[in-house]
């Protein structure tokens, strides 16, 4: 095709004729549409993108009209590059094959029975090589595809070089009139030895010949027989010209010492050859030379003198060879499987398809091109390591690809086992320019890396066009979005060049991320960082942090999972593949809570030695000591306290109220054991004295005296324990309370401050610091027994705290607190200066 003019010259490719003609001969039934849709975008349409490059076009175009060989003419004189499927290309192609056939065989009939030629042939022979000359001068113009990147070069400087580096010279030395040169020359027989340069013409039969075996329109058996026979024919052709050459070289004088001077059949005699009918002559020659060349050796023609015999051994030991040959593709065309013959039958059998499913023409152009490409360059080698051990598949594997997979961005970080198993999965694969390898919106199964070649990212704009958001060059990847995050292809992605990519399915990646799931996490925090911010990103990018959320939440009840089933070996592999013990599930449970509970020792050390918060609380305020007293695990308990754990409990008293209704002595031991106040208060103000006191619960409540319960303190109706005790009606109980009643008496009268304190029924926490202060100016509070007026709150706060110039007292919603009666049990309080109101 002419380069300046590729919107408006009709061409064709081979393949496409093929299919036209296929369709009218074997299954003319099938109508194919001629519609074609076209997408226009910044960087065209694919398929024309495709028939630019293999110089496909649809069937409404191949009419052979008058006006295309004219502008192919024109093109031709304004010396614009020719593309190889130009109709007036093909058309030359043709018709320089008619002369290079008769070059090919006319030539050494020259070389053997002229010695210069007559009139008439000179004029012949002058008339071929001008057209011969013609040719070389557009093999200046005529693209051509590049072997390593399939794309056609239309630059005239890598043409030309091309040429001068290949035939040129042959070409050139083949179109000189040696005839003329031999006879200026006084007719020296060395000049007529350089016409065996024309022979190298018969390079134009020889790939007519291929372009016939692959069309699948001609009999594969018909074409190879057919070039058996030309090879054979040519073969013994030259030889026979040869033949006569020998005899005619000698002097006049000698002649009858030749094999056709000596040569007697019947009673005529070839004494005077030179004389006899040319035609007789030739056929007399090619007898000789095919019987030599099957060795059946009649007797009646032979070598005469020494010359004839070396070049019959010489002859005969070259027609071994090519009998050999001959043999050989006849036993091919037999037991079929040939390379060329499997892409014929692939061809034939695929164009059968796209006809009976009357697929359309740019994806049929793309299959044929696919399947071409394949015949032409032989890429895949997957079916000759098929039976090597999968081992040494790997290690292949490896070698090969992972020089481009490290440095795919997308597996930045990753460690080097799991870089090697996605090695072992990928697969080979070649891409023609304008292929669509994954369309917008598509649900997509397989991640893709390029190794050679570029492709685009091809999104809609706002007015509904197509517009390029990104070219993808090699040690990239695209279909990652889509597989890690299980959502629709966001872009299509096209071939701008011949690319190599690997490729790997999602299940296999899966499955490797189902095991290195820490290298899972890393790949979805590099896809947010190659990915630009843009405002076309938005949506994408929450959909990576979406999934990564639910990777993290996936990832933590895995954790949980092998803390709550006992399991320290998969605890140890996830951690030391990066796992997050701190990370909590949905109901705020981290694995300590979990071992804790389920009283796994080992695996709560682990954990504590791996630095976990040992006192995280879960949603319903329960830590990891908490939960190992509950279920009476007192060694864990114990290793809990010696880290650091301390009980925190949010309703401490309903929590002591619960365990004395229930009777759990062992539970209330425990926890009284780890410092929770024996005197704390539930909604209604009543301590767990006072459950026990109402139940008559004897033991329950002498463990709780010996806690430090108070018998002073009043619930809400004003009921002290040692009243409840005296409507239960339980002796003994009684008798103990008023011995603690004692007891407590006595002690307030030694430390009256200290024992009021300890009988006043709340407790609040204060700060030193403004309830809005940003969390730089935070510092630690204390807990205090509220008094009985706020003045005496500020005193003892400012006292312990160091704030000596403290004026008032503050709630967490900063209202300033102006009698005690307000504070409730447990609250915050904030204890500031005059510079801070």
């Not at 005296?726 to 030694?750: D, P, T, V, W």
Request: hydrophobic fraction near 40%; proline fraction near 3%.
């Amino acid at each position: 095709m002419v380069r300046g003019r590729a919107e408006n010259d009709e061409r064709v490719g081979p393949a496409e004729e093929e299919e036209e003609e296929e369709e009218e001969e074997v299954v003319g039934e099938y109508e194919v549409g001629k519609f074609r849709d076209r997408i226009k975008s910044s960087r065209g349409s694919r398929f024309d993108l495709l028939t630019n490059e293999l110089g496909l076009q649809s069937a409404a175009r191949r009419k052979f009209s008058r006006e295309s060989v004219i502008n192919g003419i024109k093109d031709l004189t304004r010396g614009l590059v020719i593309h190889p499927d130009n109709r007036f290309y093909r058309a030359w192609k043709k018709f320089i094959l008619l002369w290079a056939i008769y070059s090919s065989f006319f030539t050494p009939m020259e070389f053997g029975f002229f010695r210069g030629l007559p009139g008439n042939l000179l004029v012949l022979d002058i008339i071929g090589q001008v057209a011969f000359l013609f040719d070389i001068v557009l093999q200046f113009s005529l693209a051509y595809r590049d072997t390593q990147t399939y794309r056609m070069v239309y630059k005239r400087t890598p043409i030309a070089l091309r040429y001068l580096k290949s035939s040129f010279i042959v070409d050139l030395l083949s179109c000189l009139p040696w005839d003329i040169i031999y006879k200026a020359s006084g007719k020296k027989e060395e000049v007529r030895y350089l016409l065996w340069i024309r022979l190298s013409r018969v390079r134009k039969l020889t790939e007519s010949f291929q372009d016939m075996e692959k069309d699948i329109r001609i009999n594969y058996l018909f074409t190879r027989i057919v070039k058996l026979i030309a090879v054979e024919l040519y073969c013994t052709h030259t030889a026979a010209c040869i033949f006569y050459f020998l005899a005619t070289t000698l002097p006049p004088s000698e002649e009858g010492y030749t094999w056709i001077g000596s040569l007697k059949l019947g009673d005529y005699s070839y004494s005077d050859f030179r004389h006899i009918d040319i035609w007789k002559r030739y056929i007399t020659s090619l007898y000789f030379a095919i019987i030599t060349m099957a060795t059946v050796g009649y007797g009646d023609i032979h070598a005469v003198n020494l010359r004839e015999m070396i070049f019959v051994m010489i002859y005969v030991s070259f027609d071994m060879i090519l009998g050999a040959y001959l043999i050989g593709n006849m036993t091919a065309l037999i037991v079929k499987g040939s390379k060329t013959e499997k892409f014929r039958d692939k061809m034939t059998d695929l164009i059968k398809y796209m006809n009976r499913n009357k697929l359309g023409r740019d994806i049929r152009d793309q299959i044929k091109g696919h399947v071409r490409l394949q015949y032409e360059s032989s890429y895949t080698e997957a079916a000759v390591i098929q039976d090597i051990p999968i081992s040494i598949r790997a290690k292949i594997s490896q070698t090969l690809y992972m020089p481009y997979i490290e440095k795919v961005a997308l597996f930045k970080g990753c460690s080097s086992e799991f870089i090697n198993q996605v090695v072992t999965k990928l697969h080979e694969e070649f891409f023609l320019p304008g292929e669509v390898i994954m369309e917008l919106g598509n649900v997509v199964d397989q991640l893709y890396f390029i190794c050679h070649g570029s492709l685009e990212e091809v999104g809609i704009g706002e007015d509904g066009s197509e517009e390029t958001v990104s070219l993808l060059q090699p040690n990239s990847s695209f279909g990652e979005v889509s597989i890690l995050c299980n959502i629709p292809q966001p872009y299509t992605v096209r071939v701008c060049e011949l690319s190599r990519l690997l490729r790997i399915d999602k299940q296999s990646l899966s499955n490797i991320l189902e095991i290195y799931f820490h290298d899972g996490r890393k790949i979805l925090n590099n896809l947010l960082e190659v990915r630009e911010s843009n405002i076309r990103l938005k949506q994408l990018e929450s959909d990576i942090t979406f999934h990564i959320g639910k990777q993290e939440a996936e990832l933590a009840l895995r954790v949980n999972s092998a803390a709550f089933h006992g399991d320290l070996h998969q605890l140890k592999s996830l951690v030391r593949v990066g796992a997050d013990l701190n990370k909590q599930d949905y109901d705020g449970r981290s694995p300590l809570h979990l071992a804790a509970a389920r009283g796994y020792e080992d695996i709560v050390f682990f954990l504590v030695q791996e630095g976990i918060d040992v006192n995280t609380k879960d949603n319903f305020g329960n830590t990891a000591l908490l939960e190992a007293i509950k279920n009476g695990n007192d060694r864990i308990a114990s290793l809990l306290v010696k880290e650091g754990a301390s009980l925190r409990i949010d309703d401490a008293g309903s929590v002591l109220c619960t365990a004395v209704a229930r009777g759990d002595s062992d539970f209330l031991r425990r926890i009284l054991s780890n410092g929770i106040d024996p005197n704390s208060k539930d909604y209604d103000h009543r301590t767990p004295l006072h459950v026990a006191a109402s139940e008559g619960l004897y033991l329950m409540a002498k463990l709780l005296l010996d806690a430090g319960a108070s018998v002073f303190l009043k619930d809400r109706w004003g009921n002290t324990p040692l009243d409840e005790c005296r409507k239960c009606g339980n002796k003994n109980l009684i008798k103990l309370l008023e011995a603690a009643k004692s007891s407590e008496m006595s002690e307030f009268q030694h430390s009256p401050r200290e024992t009021t304190d300890k009988l006043h029924s709340r407790k609040c926490t204060v700060f030193p610091f403004h309830p809005w202060d940003s969390q730089d100016h935070r510092r630690h509070g204390i807990v205090l027994w509220v008094p009985d007026n706020i003045e005496e709150l500020i005193r003892k706060a400012s006292e312990q705290l160091k704030v000596p110039s403290a004026t008032c007292v503050l709630s967490e919603d900063a209202g300033k607190v102006l009698d005690t009666d307000m504070i409730s049990e447990g609250q915050k309080l904030y204890l500031i200066t005059e510079t801070q109101e």
